[in-house]
């Protein structure tokens, strides 16, 4: 009934734990796909600020184109535009070269160390013009609506290194030219990435992301190589891919570090819930079964009293009403009585012996003592009570001891222990052997049954206090304290007491005396 009440207590308390540890398994779920769609997001938005970033770079160098224009007068000579259109190679390292179109009116400005390649130049630009005259013509169109933008044209260029990107700009604003006038930016992909994007791009590394530029073709620009997360065209160099992780991780693998942290913290407070519960079933289990222990006890130690006790109480009467006439008859009764008062006092003793033991509040009187003498006056007072069960009792006492350190008290009452048990526990074969001996080291009393024996896996549960081999049948009763008090008492002489059993064959019990060192060596018969 105990056990089932500790069940039902545990399934109360463990039953919404572990509703609530599920429910939060798949809330974790769900948090690591939100996180991994919110890192995805923020490094997005990152991929997006650096493409804007160049894009908006290439718009100022236009602004500044479409400024040049404005400021020059409008029958301005073509070499004399061409002049202003340096200054653009010469403040922005990325440009090569700079170009105004009317018609069928060229002005280049070129960079110094490309002043051979003006015709090459203007030569790709014009093939490039034709091949994307659509987009030409849409850019003009919109400019004249008030939409102004780059236009972008990758090609193949002779020397792929110093230009290969074209951006193509409407200068429609100005009223003061012709409706179709165009100008245009020559610029150098891979000196644009490593003047524009590469010192934008390492500020994010404080913040424990690597951004990567690197081309279709080519090994990378900006960074070392690393393994992508996320990936993106840039939208100024088509052939180009801008791509951004967190350093040693990918975003997925901070979501999945997250997500296994807090699996961590879940199984952990699990852990510790299981372990808490654990400890509080085996603590309240120990004390239903203490207490039922303690209720047994009371009710094996009211039933061992009964017996001397009603022996007491029947000889006295018998004494007081006069049936015992003959003198010898009274004395044998008076001799009854008192016998049996001193086994009542035993095994009160035992009992306020035994909660002293506990409290370790007793205290031995410590003597030169010889063991045969107090066994053999022990056993006398306890031969009524045997020759009433009809017990024979096979004594092996040794007739001389060399002396040992004890309290004669207490060691009667281990050895009184011992000789109650080997009587519960006996069964129909009444035959006991009471032994006293002693060997080069230590003065040995043994108490040997032929009963019910112990199983080996409880011959050292037995000096528990309160327990009782519930399954070795018979209807004996027991306090459960005798052993566990023999035990106390042979820890306080330095001693020991032993046990040899086996189901069915009877046990012996051996109490381990240390013999008194500066006597022994005199060496007595047996």
């Known amino acids: 009934q105990d056990r089932k009440i500790l069940l ?11 509703l609530y540890t599920g429910l939060e398994l798949s809330r974790v779920r769900e948090r690591e796909n939100l996180l991994r769609e919110s890192y995805r997001a ?50 922005y390292s990325p440009i090569a070269g700079a170009f105004v179109k009317q018609q069928d009116s060229w002005s280049f400005g070129v960079a110094g160390s490309l002043a051979g390649s003006r015709t090459a130049m203007q030569e790709m630009i014009a093939a490039a ?19 102004f933008r780059a236009l972008p044209i990758q090609f193949n260029a002779a020397r792929e290194q110093d230009w290969d990107l074209l951006f193509v700009f409407s200068l ?13 930016l020559l610029i150098s992909s891979r000196i644009f990435v490593d003047r524009i994007v590469q010192p934008y791009v ?27 997360d996320i990936a993106t065209r840039l939208w100024i160099l088509p052939r180009f891919t801008l791509a951004i992780q967190t350093e040693g991780q990918t975003s997925g693998e901070l979501a999945s570090a997250k997500t296994q942290q807090s699996l961590f913290v879940i199984v952990m407070l699990n852990v510790a819930i299981l372990a808490a519960v654990f400890v509080l079933m ?49 004395h044998e009764y008076y001799g009854i009585i008192a016998r049996e008062a001193e086994r009542l006092t035993h095994m009160v003793n035992n009992v306020l012996d035994f909660s002293r033991l506990e409290a370790g509040g007793k205290e031995f009187a410590m003597q030169d003592l010889l063991l045969n003498e107090v066994i053999a006056n022990a056993l006398a007072s306890y031969r009524f009570h045997l020759q009433q069960r009809q017990f024979r009792v096979e004594e092996k006492i040794a007739n001389r001891l060399p002396p040992a350190k004890g309290d004669a008290q207490a060691v009667s009452q281990a050895f ?9 526990y006996s069964d129909q074969n009444k035959h006991i052997i009471v ?51 023999v035990q106390h008492i042979m820890q306080a002489h330095h001693g020991s007491v032993e046990v040899q059993s086996a189901p069915g064959k009877g046990s012996t019990f051996s109490l381990k005396f240390p013999l008194h060192k500066e006597l022994h060596g005199n060496d007595t018969d047996h």
Request: aromatic share 6%.
């Open 202 to 228: 390492s500020t994010f590394r404080e913040q424990g992301l690597t951004v990567t530029v690197a081309s279709d073709s080519s090994a990378n620009l900006a960074n070392d190589r690393t393994r992508e």
């Open 8 to 18: 039902l207590l545990a399934a109360v308390i463990l039953i919404p734990v572990l």
């Open 172 to 184: 429609a604003d100005s009223s003061r030219f012709a409706h179709e006038m165009l100008g245009g």
């Open 435 to 485: 032994e006293v001996d002693y060997n080069d080291r230590h003065a040995i009393v043994r108490v040997t049954d032929h009963g019910r024996g112990i199983a080996p896996q409880y011959h050292d549960k037995i000096f528990n206090k309160f327990y009782r081999i519930d399954h070795v049948g018979g209807n004996s009763k027991g306090a459960g304290i005798g052993l566990a008090i």
């Open 416 to 424: 009184l222990n011992l000789l109650d048990n080997a009587i519960k």
């Open 282 to 330: 085996r603590t309240l289990w120990r004390e239903t079964q203490l207490a039922r222990l303690k209720a047994d006890f009371v009710a094996h130690v009211s039933h061992d009293l009964r017996t001397p006790l009603g022996l007491i109480r029947m000889f006295a009467e018998t004494l007081m009403l006069g049936r015992a006439r003959e003198e010898e008859k009274k």
């Open 42 to 91: 923020q490094l997005k938005a990152i991929l997006f600020s650096v493409n804007q970033r160049c894009w908006d770079t290439v718009e100022s160098w236009g602004n500044h184109l479409r400024m040049i224009t404005q400021r020059s007068s409008p029958r301005v000579e073509p070499q004399e535009l061409s002049a202003l259109l340096e200054e653009l190679p010469r403040r």
């Open 129 to 147: 013009l034709i091949d994307s005259a659509h987009q030409v013509q849409r850019l003009i169109s919109q400019a004249a609506k008030g939409y």
